[in-house]
């Protein structure tokens, strides 16, 4: 069993992927998906610093493309098969064997439960939802309903429209028409070449639609950014905020979808959680993706000139995203040992940046939302080889990570990179560490169908007890002291790449699941006797989620007393997805007493 691919997930191939990053190969040619045993392995992103007024070819969708698009098909007046899939999910909550079948409450979308009998419950679901568990909305968005165009949700009836693709034409997007009524904005001439066209913008315009003028910039991150470009760094044309791509299983479709983050019913870049520059969502088929935005800086303000005018006026004014903590007081230079006793003193509470509260869960990790969520990364020993991410893993104090057993290869050198949210390009707030000793548990055993004893901490090289600094974006997280009540919601997060898995998410993602009762995850028909006290199962619930992305030695963390406590590492599993196979995680509470010995005795 290559334990290094078992990646914990969910997905069901049919629905839509969530959004991941792209990526390029060594040669810069898009990297095909590939679907493994346990992950999902999609195009992730290189994230380059191209301007839109540099020697970038542009990517252009054409009439050819878009006739060929899998999404623009025939209306279908049948049940779309996501509604279907949601509804098939009641089995995952069954496995939960909660206390009372109302506790959790298994409806969505604001459905009330009522338990009928023991065994059983009803959901009183609110207009216009429906279904067992309120799961199935109203299928406004029918695939092909908008012909060659997005279909987006909005406020009032009809509830949705039509936004089509250049050379398309409204209403319903059928109608071809090329360059009438010219698409060129800001006096573009639109130039036919049979069924496509391309717009020949006046000086100091450029986009596709010519849309984007000469101060069309942003300033600091980009979260003050109100412009009008709308295409990815690599020419990719953004979704429109209200698609039904991101918002179908997020965002009750009768909410307004205007809000103070810039964001609504347009396909302009924004910067609404924190990112480093502006970025949007785009679709390759039926996967939901994101990148940044092929949108310039603004230069830099200058002083006063001889002539006594002041610089033009900025189009755009930068705000704080977060306030930033006070400086300690100090009476002078403090010491290594000061330094590392006045860090981290406490745990398991995140200062994010800013979430995107509106967008379905797990398509962003927001900056500094999960701060003790490492990356662990090997090469050969003593080699010049690159290290490659091979595990995750999580900071427990400023020198320990804990991690997953059979992640450890003590023939490589390691190291691990914490407080940053991808893998594929430089962030000024990432720390990397070297690992100075791999200790794997005693009783740490493989077999053909189990992992035990699978947990290891990593002692991290630094100077009297100080390794990683705390920032916004490195925090610990807090150790358990007690069992947890089966049905919690926990949240698992990682890159789903390891080394024999060169496909993955460069930016971390995360999903919520559930945690399962220990005595139906231990039934016949589910793992049985593999199972014993050390491990404990988890599965996700939400009608139609596709994936989750979970890396081995990753951390599961559930909320106690509005802390975050890291209870479970990601082990192993039965395939992806697979019913009655959950994840199986390494149940930290079990090793309390070997954590704190082996780190007290590794000063």
């Given at each position: ?46 994230h ?105 949700l ?8 039509c ?12 109608r071809?028409?090329?360059c009438?009524?010219?698409?060129c ?18 000086e ?47 965002v009750?479709?009768?909410?307004s ?13 924004r910067?609404?959680?924190?990112e ?25 303000p ?41 860090q ?14 509106r ?34 893993g999580?900071l427990?104090?400023s ?17 691990v ?92 993602l ?33 009608g ?60």
């Open positions: 069993m290559k334990l290094k691919l078992l990646l914990l997930c969910l997905f069901l191939a049919a629905l839509f992927c969530k959004a991941e990053p792209k990526k390029k190969d060594k040669n810069g040619h898009d990297n095909e998906e590939v679907h493994g045993q346990r992950g999902r392995h999609g195009n992730h992103g290189r380059g610093n191209h301007s839109r007024h540099g020697m970038k070819k542009i990517k252009r969708m054409k009439y050819e493309d878009i006739i060929k698009d899998v999404f623009f098909v025939a209306e279908n007046t049948g049940d779309d098969e996501e509604d279907d899939d949601q509804g098939n999910q009641d089995w995952l909550f069954d496995l939960q064997d909660p206390d009372g079948k109302c506790n959790p409450n298994p409806c969505l979308n604001e459905g009330v439960c009522k338990e009928k009998g023991k065994r059983n419950y009803k959901c009183d679901c609110p207009k216009p939802f429906k279904g067992r568990r309120c799961q199935k909305g109203p299928k406004i968005c029918r695939m092909g309903l908008c012909g060659h165009g997005e279909c987006v909005t406020s009032a009836s009809p509830f949705y429209e936004k089509c693709k250049e050379p398309f034409q409204p209403p319903n997007c059928r071809l028409s090329v009438e009524p010219n698409p904005r800001n006096g573009g001439k639109c130039i036919m070449d049979g069924n496509n066209f391309d717009c020949v913008c006046p100091g315009f450029s986009g596709r639609f010519c849309r984007v003028g000469p101060n069309d910039c942003y300033l600091d991150d980009g979260e003050s950014y109100r412009g009008n470009v709308s295409e990815t760094d690599d020419g990719d044309d953004c979704l429109h905020w209200n698609s039904h791509f991101i918002l179908a299983h997020g009750n479709p009768f909410k979808f205007e809000d103070k983050d810039g964001l609504g019913p347009h396909n302009f870049c910067n609404p959680d924190g480093p520059k502006p970025w949007c969502f785009f679709r390759r088929g039926r996967r939901l993706l994101w990148d940044y935005c092929d949108v310039t800086p603004c230069p830099q200058t002083t006063v000139g001889p002539t006594g005018v002041p610089p033009s006026p900025q189009p755009t004014s930068a705000k704080p995203l977060f306030t930033t903590l006070p400086p300690r007081p100090s009476a002078g230079p403090a010491s290594p040992t000061e330094a590392a006793a006045s981290f003193l406490t745990c398991g509470v995140p200062q994010p940046k800013k979430a995107i509260t967008i379905f869960g797990g398509l962003k990790v927001s900056p500094g939302a999960i701060p003790w969520q490492v990356s662990l990364q090997q090469k050969p020993k003593n080699s010049n080889l690159p290290y490659r991410h091979v595990c995750g999580v427990i104090k020198c320990w990570v804990l991690t997953a057993g059979h992640c450890i290869d003590k023939s490589k050198d390691m190291q990179l914490m407080g940053s949210l991808s893998l594929d390009k430089t962030d000024p707030s990432a720390q990397t560490l070297p690992v100075e000793n791999a200790i794997v548990h005693q009783r740490y055993r493989e077999t053909s169908g189990a992992v035990y004893n699978d947990i290891a901490l990593l002692r991290l090289r630094g100077t009297r007890g100080l390794c990683a600094n705390e920032t916004q974006f490195v925090k610990t997280a807090c150790l358990p002291d007690a069992q947890l009540p089966d049905g919690m919601e926990c949240t698992i997060s990682g890159w789903g790449a390891t080394e024999e898995s060169q496909y993955g998410s460069s930016h971390l995360e999903a919520n699941v559930l945690l399962i009762n220990q005595g139906k995850c231990s039934e016949p028909a589910i793992y049985g006797s593999k199972l014993d006290s050390t491990m404990f199962c988890a599965g996700h619930l939400q139609g989620v596709d994936s989750c992305q979970g890396d081995s030695g990753g951390p599961l963390t559930c909320k106690n007393n509005n802390s975050s406590v890291i209870y479970g590492l990601v082990s192993w599993g039965d395939q992806c997805g697979k019913q009655n196979s959950p994840g199986v995680y390494t149940r930290v509470t079990h090793y309390l007493d070997w954590i704190k010995s082996t780190i007290q005795s590794n000063p």
